[in-house]
């Protein structure tokens, strides 16, 4: 991963604001000098990362000889974050403002203000949103270990080779796609799929209408039985969130109240009336999930379960989200979500083992 060695100014910036830090910018060796309170100063080596995925996290050491290692990252993943607090690493995190320093005499662990601005880096960036997203979803699904040419992804996301251009030199830009060849051959290759795990969560659209629903049922596997009656609509429709996840990778010892991905200009009320419900306001079991561009359902398919289940569906009856969109989907959700989204994310990352 190609690291950059000089100080971001958003950086000192950012460590400005915590009370009785001192910071002092040591532009000869580009090191920065840190203390608390008039106490002995510490040395940090800024690393400036785009982007950082756990696994590639692994493979930092805090350093002390020539400075401690301090990374200055835009987001990390809560997962990424525990991983370097446990390893002793120090990082700072420019869109969030999540700062951890730790070092002798030093352990700053807060969240600051005045983020969230523009860093000059990233500001016209191709983001992995709604038609982009599914470049992202096309790579992680069909092109793990195999390589990429501009014409066969644009063909497998149904996009222009344009904007797949656009995506793939913004991947390269980050460390997260390697290019091989030039002119006619050029061709590139996926280096690093736990980061474009990473950006693709941190930056796709949440669903722009999210419908409530109680519809009886003795309990949330019984409600996940009922769904292949939704194929009476003639609609597109598709299992996904932590339900999606979890049934990728059972993790939970109970089933989740379901949550449905469905074609934008389907009424919710046929989709309740049909499954014996009702639209409510609290109380709900089950979420129906809509945004225009049905993007999240362009590459939906059946769910094929592996070894046994006590879920009431034939297999290939439920329609199902892309593991990595059930991945995107989960990974931020309270609870124990992003226990099963670790569970998925370690079952993707073994095709590109």
Not at 59 to 75: D, H, I, Q
Not at 101 to 108: N, T
Not at 247 to 261: C, E, G, K
Request: hydrophobic share 40%; proline share 7%; glycine share 8%.
């Amino acid at each position: 991963m190609t690291l950059r060695w000089s100080i971001p100014s958003w950086v000192v910036r950012l460590l400005r604001h915590v009370d009785g830090l001192s910071i002092h910018v040591r532009e000869k060796d580009s090191l920065l000098s840190v203390s608390v309170n008039g106490g002995d100063e510490q040395l940090f080596r800024v690393r400036y990362l785009p982007v950082l995925s756990k696994e590639s996290a692994e493979e930092f050491e805090p350093g002390a000889s020539l400075g401690r290692l301090l990374l200055a990252v835009p987001k990390l993943a809560p997962n990424t974050r525990r991983l370097l607090s446990a390893r002793g690493l120090s990082w700072i995190e420019s869109e969030t403002g999540v700062c951890h320093l730790a070092a002798p005499g030093i352990l700053v662990d807060t969240v600051l203000p005045d983020a969230g601005q523009s860093t000059g880096s990233d500001s016209a960036r191709a983001k992995l949103i709604d038609r982009s997203g599914l470049i992202a979803e096309v790579i992680l699904t069909s092109f793990l270990n195999k390589e990429l040419r501009l014409a066969a992804v644009a063909k497998r996301a149904n996009v222009s080779s344009g904007l797949v251009s656009r995506i793939f030199n913004r991947l390269s830009s980050l460390n997260i796609l390697g290019q091989e060849g030039s002119g006619p051959n050029r061709s590139w290759r996926l280096r690093d799929p736990g980061a474009l795990l990473e950006a693709w969560c941190a930056e796709e659209r949440r669903p722009e209408r999210i419908t409530s629903l109680y519809i009886w049922s003795r309990s949330p596997a019984d409600l996940l039985g009922k769904l292949p009656q939704l194929h009476e609509l003639k609609i597109q429709w598709a299992a996904s969130g932590l339900s999606a996840a979890n049934l990728y990778a059972p993790t939970l010892n109970t089933t989740p109240d379901p949550t449905i991905w469905v074609d934008s200009s389907q009424p919710v009320a046929e989709i309740a009336s049909l499954l014996g419900g009702e639209i409510v306001d609290k109380g709900e079991n089950f979420r129906v999930w809509q945004s225009p561009g049905n993007f999240p359902l362009h590459n939906i398919g059946v769910w094929l379960p592996k070894g046994e289940h006590s879920i009431p569906i034939k297999p290939g009856d439920l329609n199902i989200v892309s593991e990595p969109r059930a991945y995107i989907e989960t990974a931020s959700l309270p609870g124990r979500a992003p226990e099963v989204a670790q569970n998925l994310r370690e079952w993707i990352l073994k095709s590109h083992g």
